[in-house]
Nanobody
């Protein structure tokens, strides 16, 4: 079973940057098991939404509201989210996510990102 632990959240000013990391308890490059790895976020009073993910085979997928500002990457045990040009609307809890090819989902506990204007 994959366990995910996020870090790197915190307070940033508008226009600033943060880098989130998600460490997996086992290699997430085991492409035989993993369909997608990525990041979601949930703002207060809103539903959780996809920010970015990496699909099996290496293709990246970004939500329109982060294109050109955020970059997702990974290595053998971590997934990263580089967030630049942050805006107050980016405030929320950011969750790391892994979906196995079986369809089973794993979630981290979340890390808070707060962007002040």
């Amino acid at each position: 079973q994959v366990q995910l632990v996020e870090s790197g959240g915190g307070l940033a000013q508008a226009g600033g940057s943060l880098r989130l990391s998600c460490e997996a308890s086992q290699s997430i490059l085991n492409v035989n098991n993993v369909a997608t790895v990525g990041w979601y976020r949930q703002a207060p009073g809103k539903q959780r939404e996809l920010v970015a993910n990496i699909i099996r085979g290496g293709r990246t997928n970004y939500a329109d509201f982060v294109k050109g500002r955020f970059t997702i990457s990974r290595d053998s045990t971590k997934v990263y989210l580089q967030m630049n040009s942050l805006a107050p609307e980016d405030t929320g809890v950011y969750y790391c996510h892994v979906r196995e090819v079986s369809g089973f989902d794993f979630w981290g506990q979340g890390t808070q990102v707060t962007v002040s204007s």
